[in-house]
């Protein structure tokens, strides 16, 4: 995870933050956005984080249960012993 956060002006002079969240393997995901103040950016950072790992998890209990299934087709039908068909 990579976090980027760099204090902007508006031009009446009032200060605000933008944000860049680089997050997932290798840093494939990407959240940017903009907060008034810094614990505005760490909430929102944090946020992103929590819902990329909850998407990635979500992927892989996916897998898992088609694997299972697979398995469970593989087992339930014996097929190890069925000649190949070419």
């Known amino acids: 995870m990579k976090i980027d956060i760099v204090d902007?002006?508006?031009?009446?002079?009032?200060?605000?933050?933008e944000w860049?969240?680089?997050d997932g393997p290798d840093g494939i995901d990407?959240?940017?956005?903009y907060a008034s103040d810094l614990v505005q950016a760490f909430s929102k950072i944090l946020e992103?984080?929590?819902?990329?790992?909850?998407?990635?998890?979500?992927?892989v209990a996916e897998?898992?249960?088609?694997d299972i299934e697979t398995a469970?087709?593989?087992i339930t039908n014996n097929e190890t012993d069925r000649q190949p068909t070419n």
Do not use: K, Q
């Not at 902007?8 to 933050?17: A, L």
């Not at 992103?48 to 992927?59: C, F, K, L, S, T």
């Not at 897998?63 to 088609?66: E, V």
């Open 8 to 17: 902007r002006f508006t031009p009446e002079g009032r200060v605000f933050y």
């Open 20 to 22: 860049n969240l680089w």
């Open 30 to 33: 990407h959240a940017h956005g």
């Open 48 to 59: 992103w984080h929590e819902r990329i790992g909850a998407d990635y998890a979500a992927e």
């Open 63 to 66: 897998d898992l249960i088609s």
């Open 72 to 74: 469970r087709h593989f």
